[in-house]
Nanobody, 119 residues
């Protein structure tokens, strides 16, 4: 059973870059052609798929966030990372990593981590 754990700061100041890491255990992020994704849920709103990185390192982002989002990976640590630049309070929410899967569907999800954007 694949397990995922998000980590990163819970508080980010406006205009800064949010950086979160997902550590994967029980499976490799380089096997098959699976997607490893990031999603978020703002308070009072639904879940929003943000983007993903595939087993071969290709990346995909939702168009509305593409200019501010970067997903990368460290295969030696079996981790993948989300960076969201120029954050505003509207980026506040619970951030989840997930995988393995395809696009917005995934077999396993992390527990989520709260990120608040505030000065």
């Amino acid at each position: 059973q694949v397990q995922l754990q998000e980590s990163g700061p819970g508080l980010v100041k406006p205009s800064q870059t949010l950086s979160l890491t997902c550590t994967v255990s029980g499976g490799s992020i380089t096997t098959h052609d699976y997607f490893w994704s990031w999603s978020r849920q703002p308070p009072g709103k639904g879940l929003e798929w943000m983007g993903a990185i595939t087993a071969i390192g290709s990346t995909y982002y939702i168009p509305s966030l593409q200019s501010r989002t970067s997903i990368s990976r460290d295969t030696s640590k079996n981790q993948f990372t989300l960076q969201l630049s120029s954050v505003t309070p509207e980026d506040t929410g619970v951030y989840y990593c997930a995988g393995p899967g395809h696009w917005y569907m995934a077999d396993s999800w992390g527990q989520g981590t709260q990120v608040t954007v505030s000065s």
